[in-house]
């Protein structure tokens, strides 16, 4: 089994292989109560502050917020018109320095690098036009080193998971009536996380879904997340209509390995005790 400094040694790949683009974007005039709600939902440590054409501006984590304004964190002045100066409940106000971004291209180890020496937790990745695409964290870093243990550890050994009697997960499916996709909050992460948007995506050679958990509208296609009861609820009649998902009457859900997203995949019957819920084909 490899030691840590060896794989440390082996930080190979690029910015991009790790990166997460589950990302809070928030304008400079953001209120920091809101800021503060949005990455308590998207459960994220930090805000990428950007401009209209998201570029990024500055960075402020949940710790800047806390600490400096947690007495004005729900004032809501305004500013007076003809006044540059930013009210104190802006996130735009918390912005102490410039922010060191990283380009997706970049060595992950040289990020790494940066992360630790400048002793700061989270890098904006941004394209040449400084265009935010994602965050880099000390979380995923430690996540893929965790990945190349485990990895070797797995070489050696052969896990063994005893069986378990408890009930079949609910399976994810689509409703009749409106289209609207449903999937168990139990398929998530942190079940006490609910995200607020998802961008969804169609493989037609397998009829496999990709449901991808985004933090705004700012990703083409976003769309809102709605939690009822203990289960998610997407708005996706559109989706149906356009890809003519029908004939299904439930989908498996398991979590992609490389991205940060969940797989549907069909089944091809419905398990006992499952509703027969097949989405409505799409209008001629």
Known sequence: ???????????SGTVRDVMSKQVVAVSAKTSAADVADRMAASGVRHAVVVDAERKVAGIVSQREIFSHFMETLHEKNAIPSGKNERAPWEVGSLIRKPPITVS???????????????????????????????????????????????????????????EKKSRPQMPAF???????????????????SIPGFAVLGFEPATGRIAVKF?????????????????????AAGDFVARFEIKHVSAFDIT?????????????????TGVPQTLAPAAAN
Not at 1 to 11: D, G, H, I, R, T
Not at 214 to 234: P, T, Y
């Open 1 to 11: 089994m490899p030691s840590v400094e060896q794989v440390v040694a082996e930080l």
């Open 255 to 271: 979590r992609h390995r490389n991205f940060n997203c969940m797989i549907l995949t069909p089944r091809q019957q419905a398990p």
């Open 174 to 192: 689509f409703r009749r009536a409106n289209g609207a996709l449903v999937m168990p909050v139990s398929c998530l992460e942190d079940p006490t």
């Open 214 to 234: 985004v933090a705004d509208l700012s990703e083409e296609g976003a769309r809102k997340v709605a939690k009822d009861g203990d289960n998610l609820v997407i």
């Open 104 to 162: 997706p291209d970049a060595q992950l180890g040289k990020a790494g690098f940066v992360l630790a020496s400048c002793k700061i937790d989270c890098l904006p990745v941004v394209d040449e036009n400084n265009v935010l695409l994602g965050t880099l964290s000390v979380k995923e870093v430690l996540r893929h080193i965790v990945g190349k243990l485990d990895a070797g550890l797995e070489d050696q050994f052969t896990f063994y998971t005893p």
